[in-house]
Structures are given as C-alpha cells and as structure tokens.
C-alpha cells in the first residue's frame, strides 16, 4: 500500500527497536524529504493540564500527553479531528479527511466549538528520503487505512490489535500472531 497522509504503520514482531515494538503510528506527513508521524498507543502519565494548561479542556480522554515517539520529544504536536469540514480554525493544517494538526500556539478561543477530538503527542517519529520505505520493504510495518477514531481511543491498550483484526484477507491473521512464529 502507499505511503501518505492520514495512513497507519503498524509494527510488525520483525520490529525490534524498542520505540517501537508493538506500535501503531499515524502518518502526518509524507514527501519526497521523508515521513513523520505519531505513536497512538504509547499514553504517558503526564497530564496534558499539567504542562500545556490552556489546552486541558480541549483535548480528548484519557487527557495525558501521549508519547509520539523518539524524536523532539521536548516538543508537543497536537492532532485533532474537525466538528465540520467547513470549519477550520486558526493554527489547522490538513492531514486527511477531518484529521489534522493544531497550532499549539494557537489561542484555545479561537479553537473552541470547531473540533470533535483532539490529542496532545510528545515527541514524533521521524524519517528521512527513502528510509520509511526501506523498512517497510524489509518488513517492519505494516501499511494499512486508518479510521476517524483510532487516534482517539480512549483506551489505547487493543488499537494494534483492533487495526489488524479490521484488515482484508490474511492480513488480519497477524491480529494474533506471536513474536516468533515457530515457537507456536
């Protein structure tokens, strides 16, 4: 499948770095220059009233910050899904579909009203020209659609699971496949 905007990488038992293992990633961005996305399933105890106060009633439960991944992670980016598609606020950019980033340096009024969900990711997973595409070949995500609420589940502990079990064909087998299959 393509890589793009609004898709989801989902990790594979060949995926050993520990960023990673057992991950579901949404892709933000993809061009030419490489990739970046957010970890959905790695919520930490940090909550989001704690360190970016004024976006404490704006974002979805569980209201913590989540662990985007490995790099910036002294940074925040916030993904949210637009009440209407005719209603874009101050600080939007598109991702796919309703889902795109928010400007955290946005004031939250002029915000207000025109989301349905938003979250607040430490961190993001970064890759550079032809990288992504290297591990995909070798094996180490599987590229699948997403759906409107999987960046906003509240319990995340299933998502990768969940994402599997949804896929055409064989592909959903590996909803339940063990980390080394000869073992079973």
């Known amino acids: 499948m393509q890589l793009a ?32 996305g957010v970890v959905l399933n790695r919520p930490s105890q940090v909550l989001v009233a704690d360190v970016l106060e004024p976006w404490r009633d704006v974002v979805a439960e569980p209201e913590v910050l989540f662990r ?20 874009p606020p ?21 915000v207000d009203g025109s989301l349905s969900a938003m979250r607040v990711f430490a961190g993001y997973a970064g890759w550079g020209a032809g990288q992504l595409d290297g591990e995909v ?24 699971r969940d994402v599997m079990k949804r896929q055409p064909g064989m592909l959903a087998w590996h909803a339940n496949r063990p980390v080394d299959p000869d073992l079973n």
């Open 5 to 36: 905007s609004g898709m989801l990488l989902v990790a594979t038992p060949a995926l050993q770095d520990p960023n990673f293992v057992d991950t579901v990633v949404l892709l933000l961005d993809v061009n030419d220059d490489g990739a970046l």
């Open 137 to 160: 070949d070798e094996g180490s995500w599987y590229v699948v659609t997403s759906e409107a609420g999987d960046a906003f589940r509240v319990d995340t502990t299933s998502l990768r």
């Open 68 to 87: 985007g991944g490995p790099v910036g992670t002294d940074g925040a980016l916030a993904v949210a899904r637009l009440r209407r598609p005719d209603d």
């Open 90 to 110: 101050v600080g939007w950019r598109p991702v796919a579909g309703l889902l795109g980033m928010v400007d955290l340096d946005t004031p939250t009024e002029l």
